[in-house]
């Protein structure tokens, strides 16, 4: 499978670093962070993305870099994923603007017909982020933010972040052993 792992700038972009070091090693990623992803990063975690994302499956492009291969329809992607989907990106993705390697890496992937997830963080959410996630989700986008549950009986912050990468990982139909499944023990 050939990924496209798209990191902005709302809070948790740590989860997206996760979620990237979760994945099989036979899944080719492509991985693209905005300005403020890694201005995020910074504030809320104090920790360089490069050093973490430094595996065999992965290759990192500029935000900036619109030449880049995930940017052409032409270029063969399977799937894409908004991690975590500020509601600046949100709303650019909803109006079709592509500014920037990651907007446009979504209208294609859009257009391409393509299996696309994004993952919006915000709280509350206002009327336009509501609808802008409507307009995403009639196109055929799953909507899937990062939400908590409780039900696998997570007992620290890393298991409630593995609980929901494993959520994105199952969007993705990629195999995984990341959370309790519910009532998985009842015949
Ligand atoms: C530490 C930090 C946390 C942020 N959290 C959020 C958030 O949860 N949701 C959001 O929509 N924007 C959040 N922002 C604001 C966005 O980064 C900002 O709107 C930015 O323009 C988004 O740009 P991008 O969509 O190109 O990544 C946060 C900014 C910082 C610095």
Request: net charge positive; proline share 4%; with cysteine.
């Amino acid at each position: 499978m050939k990924l496209i792992v798209a990191i902005t700038g709302a809070s948790g972009a740590n989860l997206a670093l996760k979620f990237i070091e979760h994945l099989p090693l036979d899944i080719e990623t492509f991985v693209v962070l905005s300005k403020s992803a890694k201005i995020a990063l910074k504030h809320e975690n104090n920790v360089s993305y490069k050093n973490v994302l430094k595996r065999e499956n992965l290759r990192i492009f500029k935000d900036k870099d619109i030449a880049a291969p995930i940017a052409s329809g032409s270029f063969k992607i399977d799937k894409m994923i908004i991690l975590p989907c500020s509601m600046n990106t949100l709303a650019k993705c909803a109006c079709g603007i592509s500014d920037s390697l990651i907007t446009r890496a979504f209208t294609v992937s859009l257009k391409e017909k393509r299996e696309i997830i994004l993952a919006p963080r915000e709280l509350p959410l206002s009327s336009i982020v509501l609808e802008n996630m409507l307009k995403l989700s009639r196109l055929g986008i799953t909507i899937a933010p990062p939400m908590l549950a409780y039900y696998s009986k997570q007992d620290s912050l890393e298991a409630m972040e593995d609980f929901i990468i494993g959520k994105w990982f199952d969007l993705l139909k990629i195999e995984h052993n990341l959370f309790t499944r519910w009532r998985n023990d009842v015949q």
